[in-house]
């Protein structure tokens, strides 16, 4: 067994990791409680987030604005609006149109974006094959705390990511938009017999979930120093998965999902021997063990039959 | 009056020279025309994590291909395929049978990735086609079979690994080793065979950890193998991989060496891994490209024919391997069969790279390996770097120290 200091050092990575599955795993789900859809390119808006980041933060760059205090929300407002735009974008393009076809048309659709997004930076982006280099803009070195290293860096990656779900429950529980995103979650009819619009609602859940998937790419790119053209497909199963394991439909099973599969994955790397090479066997094996013992997840609500 | 015959009037004349500039004009299309096409085929990741030593080799394979059809003495004119492995077993095979069965194309030039190279081995043997491997490194991609169809320009990971070790620890000093290593039968590989050498040359293993391919988190794996205090942590893998390992060191304060494998040979490592690059170990087959016998003039040609991609340490492999089946074509015709069987008797050919010569296995004897360290920014061959020289430190050094 290794020491307790080590089991909370892999426990705090587990957690880093599980912020940024989270976030992504909050837009699976609330695509899922509005219009039970699972939108397969989410990994690669993803990793869209994180390309526009990453060329916002060089453009502000090339006219000399290095400050992180100010490049860094500006990286974020941008590759916000980018994804938003293209999430938005995405549901009108595979999603609506599909509405009346098999469920399975609009999974093939949006799988098939996916790679359309991908290849489209493997080939547009300057170099796109190669990984990127992401700017280190969050404060560097850090402290310990009895002998778990903790980085100044990792806090801040941490509050942002805190943040933003904080941000996302606010506007779901606290806004006009966020309680038409729970009607038409709960019942699209009855919501928009009760006057809510539905485009705009669905407009609005796509901006949101594709948003915070641009806030978890920038978040990779800052924790990893580098982003990637195909980060998008393992972080886009994971977060799925995340979603699935906290209770499709339900943002905070997202959030508890998403963090329970980061530390799944880093203990199991830890503790397991040779575990290292059974990580994602070992997370994965606890998906389907949810699907099986507990379909509708941690936090999921009793599905009921509509008839 | 009427003129003299023998002799042309002004309308004759501008016919003739008509005619005569028509044929001067259509001479090189004719003398095209005349020549037989002959298909090659490329085969390589142009896509996923390791593409830009795919598309290097791609370039490089392109250019000698250009090269050749330009030069009039050629008796075919060349016409390539070029086939996305994406370093994937599957879509690899896929690739090789596309290939094979297309009966145009006489030979190829395939697979940077060890794991696409193993995979496909049968493939062309069954499909009679010669292809040369330009990058892949596991030995029993022409050890494990006697098959005619398969040459291999570039080396085995077999005496890269045992220089590899030998140099750590008896040049360089380090005595205890953490090994990380992807998964594919790449990383096993080279993990198998750097630790059968460095325990022979005196090293320790204290930790072996296997990672997914294209793993983004390494903190788990880097977390236990930094609570053993390895002096060198080494890692077999390719360059995406090597750079995420390389960068979470840092970021994790893991206070060691970092020794990569030729896989992380690429400029791409260094741009990415930026100043966490420095000081970084490397083991290739061959010389740098600019050091070998004709690789200035193969880098001007590579900087003239305006890729957008760099070569990378492979480039020069899928050159020669391009050149080396063209010349078979050209000296036995365009017959699957004989091209084989011409290629594996290569004896003593002259190319960039310097002499290649195919042992009973199809596989080229390359004697040398080289030592690269990353210094600003760039992979400086070992003997000329400033490590070697005393004026730098390197990390795993500085670290012993503290």
Excluded at chain 2, 56 to 65: I, Q, T
């Amino acid at each position: 067994m290794p020491p307790l200091e080590l089991l909370l050092q892999q426990a705090l990575n587990g957690v880093m990791l599980g912020v940024m599955y989270a976030l992504i795993a909050v837009g699976f789900t609330l695509f899922f409680g509005v219009l039970d859809v699972i939108h397969f390119s989410h990994g690669d808006i993803f990793m869209l987030g994180a390309f526009a980041g990453l060329s916002t933060l060089l453009g502000l760059a090339a006219v000399g604005l290095r400050a992180p205090v100010a490049a860094l929300p500006l990286a974020f407002v941008a590759a916000i609006l980018v994804t938003g735009l293209v999430g938005v974008l995405a549901e009108r393009v595979c999603v609506k149109p599909l509405a009346r076809s098999s469920p399975l048309m609009t999974l093939l659709a949006t799988l098939s974006l996916g790679l359309v997004i991908r290849e489209s930076v493997l080939i547009f982006y300057p170099r796109g094959a190669d990984p990127k280099p992401f700017p280190q803009l969050l404060p560097q070195g850090g402290f310990e705390v009895g002998g778990v290293a903790i980085r100044y860096e990792n806090l801040a990656i941490l509050g942002i990511g805190l943040t933003a779900m904080v941000t996302v429950d606010l506007i779901i529980r606290r806004t006009r938009m966020g309680a038409a995103i729970r009607a038409v979650a709960q019942d699209p009819e009855a919501a928009q017999m009760m006057g809510v619009n539905l485009d705009r609602t669905v407009d609005a859940t796509f901006f949101l979930g594709s948003g915070l998937a641009a806030v978890a790419g920038i978040l990779s790119g800052l924790y990893y120093s580098e982003i990637h053209f195909i980060m998008g497909i393992t972080g886009g199963v994971i977060g799925f998965s995340a979603a699935a394991i906290g209770g499709l439909g339900n943002v905070y099973g997202a959030i508890v999902g998403g963090l329970l599969f980061g530390v799944l994955q880093t203990t199991s790397a830890a503790l397991i021997p040779r575990g290292s090479e059974f990580r994602d066997v070992v997370a994965f094996a606890v998906v389907m063990l949810f699907l099986i013992v507990r379909p509708r997840g941690i936090l999921g609500e009793q599905s009921v039959e509509r008839v | 009056m009427s003129e003299p015959v023998g002799r042309l009037n002004r309308r004759q004349l501008l016919q003739g020279a008509s005619v005569l500039g028509l044929g001067w004009a259509l001479v090189p299309g004719l003398a095209r025309a005349q020549k037989k096409t002959v298909k090659l085929a490329f085969i390589g990741p142009l896509t996923g994590g390791t593409a830009s030593n795919g598309l290097g080799g791609r370039n490089s394979f392109l250019l000698a291909v250009q090269e050749r059809n330009a030069d009039p003495k050629t008796k075919h004119h060349y016409e390539t395929e070029t086939l996305d492995d994406e370093c994937k077993p599957t879509v690899a095979v896929q690739a090789a049978l596309k290939a094979s069965s297309d009966p145009a194309i006489v030979a190829g030039v395939t697979h940077y990735c060890s794991v696409t190279a193993i995979a496909t081995v049968d493939t062309y043997h069954k499909g009679g086609m010669p292809a040369m491997v330009w990058g892949a490194v596991l030995p029993e991609i022409t050890y494990s079979h006697e098959y005619v169809e398969i040459t291999r320009v570039n080396g085995t990971m077999i005496n890269q690994n045992q220089i590899a070790a030998d140099f750590a620890v008896k040049t360089l000093g380090f005595k205890t080793f953490a090994i990380l290593h992807d998964t594919t039968d790449y990383g096993r590989a080279h993990a198998k065979w750097f630790t059968e050498f460095l325990e022979k040359a005196g090293g320790k293993v204290l930790s072996t950890q296997g990672t997914a391919k294209d793993q983004k988190d390494y903190t788990a794996e880097l977390t236990r193998a930094k609570a053993d205090r390895p002096e060198v942590v080494w890692y077999g893998g390719l360059t995406p991989d090597g750079v995420r390992v390389k960068v979470q060191m840092d970021k994790l304060g893991v206070r060691a060496q970092f020794q990569g494998t030729s896989g992380i040979k690429s400029d791409t490592f260094n741009e990415t891994t930026g100043p966490s690059a420095e000081g970084a170990l490397a083991f290739v087959e061959g010389a740098p490209t600019e050091k070998l016998p004709g690789g200035k003039r193969f880098l001007e040609a590579y900087a003239k024919a305006g890729f957008k991609e760099p070569s990378e340490a492979y480039g020069p492999f899928a050159y020669v391997a391009a050149n080396l089946i063209i010349d078979a074509v050209e000296a036995v015709g365009p017959d699957r069969a004989k091209v084989a069987r011409h290629l594996k008797q290569t004896k003593n050919a002259n190319t960039i790279i310097g002499p290649v010569e195919f042992d009973a296995h199809g596989q080229n004897t390359v004697p040398l390996i080289s030592k690269y360290v990353s210094q600003d920014g760039k992979w400086v061959l070992w003997e000329d770097s400033e490590y070697a020289s005393g004026k730098r430190t390197l990390p795993g050094h500085k670290f012993k120290k503290m």
